[in-house]
C-alpha cells in the first residue's frame, strides 16, 4: 500500500519542489519529506496531482493504464466534428496522440472556482468547455490537441487521475489517500 498526497495545483505553480528562477513552486503548499509528484501540469494549468513516496507507484501513475481528464475552456464554439477529431488522432510534434473520449459541455461546471487572474475575454468571440481524457501525458498534449483543431485553450484544469478525483478540493488544498496495489 502507497500513500499518496493527492493535490490542487493552483495556477502559474510550477509542478516540482525548487526553482531556479523564484516561480511559485510545490515547497510553498506541501511541507512532507519523501514525496515526489507522478507527473506534471505545465505552470498555466491547473488541478489535480498526484504525490507519492513510492518510486514503482509513482511509475505506474504516469503510464498508459492510468487515464488522466481535463475540464478545458476553449476559445471558438466547438464543435462534434474537431472532437472526432481529437479521437481519432492527431500528429504533433512527431508524436500520434488522440483523446480516449472528448465532449462538450452545455455550460461551465458550477462547481469551477475563478481563476486568478482571470482568462482574457473577447466579447465578440464565444469560449466552450469540454472535457478531454487522455491515456498520455507528453508535454502540453491537451493544449497542442485542442488548438490542432482550431480551439486554442484558455483553460486547463485536471480534474482526475485513474480512480482519483479533485472532488472539492480547493486551489492549493491537499489531502492524502493510500493506493493499495
Given at each position: 500500500?502507497?500513500?499518496?498526497?493527492?493535490?490542487?495545483?493552483p495556477f502559474r505553480v510550477l509542478s516540482q519542489f525548487t526553482d531556479t528562477e523564484g516561480r511559485n513552486n510545490?515547497?510553498?503548499?506541501?511541507?512532507?519529506?519523501?514525496?515526489?509528484?507522478?507527473?506534471?501540469?505545465?505552470f498555466d494549468s491547473e488541478g489535480l496531482m498526484l504525490l507519492t513516496d513510492h518510486g514503482p507507484?509513482?511509475?505506474l501513475i504516469t503510464g498508459k493504464k492510468w487515464h488522466k481528464t481535463y475540464l478545458v475552456q476553449v476559445e471558438g464554439k466547438a464543435v462534434a466534428k474537431q472532437l472526432q477529431q481529437l479521437r481519432k488522432g492527431l500528429l504533433i510534434k512527431g508524436h500520434s496522440v488522440k483523446a480516449l473520449d472528448a465532449e462538450i459541455l452545455a455550460k461551465k461546471p458550477g462547481w469551477?472556482?475563478?481563476?486568478?487572474?482571470?482568462?482574457?475575454q473577447r466579447k465578440n468571440?464565444?469560449?466552450?468547455?469540454l472535457n478531454v481524457t487522455i491515456n498520455e501525458g507528453?508535454?502540453?498534449?491537451?493544449?497542442?490537441?485542442?488548438a490542432a483543431v482550431g480551439l486554442p485553450v484558455l483553460r486547463l484544469i485536471r480534474?482526475?487521475?485513474g480512480d482519483f478525483k479533485l472532488g472539492n478540493l480547493q486551489p492549493g488544498e491537499l489531502r492524502h489517500d493510500k493506493l493499495i496495489e
Amino acid at each position: 500500500m502507497s500513500t499518496l498526497i493527492l493535490f490542487n495545483k493552483p495556477f502559474r505553480v510550477l509542478s516540482q519542489f525548487t526553482d531556479t528562477e523564484g516561480r511559485n513552486n510545490l515547497s510553498e503548499y506541501i511541507n512532507e519529506a519523501g514525496f515526489y509528484a507522478a507527473g506534471r501540469l505545465d505552470f498555466d494549468s491547473e488541478g489535480l496531482m498526484l504525490l507519492t513516496d513510492h518510486g514503482p507507484t509513482q511509475h505506474l501513475i504516469t503510464g498508459k493504464k492510468w487515464h488522466k481528464t481535463y475540464l478545458v475552456q476553449v476559445e471558438g464554439k466547438a464543435v462534434a466534428k474537431q472532437l472526432q477529431q481529437l479521437r481519432k488522432g492527431l500528429l504533433i510534434k512527431g508524436h500520434s496522440v488522440k483523446a480516449l473520449d472528448a465532449e462538450i459541455l452545455a455550460k461551465k461546471p458550477g462547481w469551477l472556482w475563478k481563476r486568478n487572474p482571470p482568462i482574457r475575454q473577447r466579447k465578440n468571440i464565444p469560449t466552450s468547455w469540454l472535457n478531454v481524457t487522455i491515456n498520455e501525458g507528453k508535454n502540453r498534449q491537451v493544449r497542442r490537441m485542442c488548438a490542432a483543431v482550431g480551439l486554442p485553450v484558455l483553460r486547463l484544469i485536471r480534474t482526475q487521475i485513474g480512480d482519483f478525483k479533485l472532488g472539492n478540493l480547493q486551489p492549493g488544498e491537499l489531502r492524502h489517500d493510500k493506493l493499495i496495489e
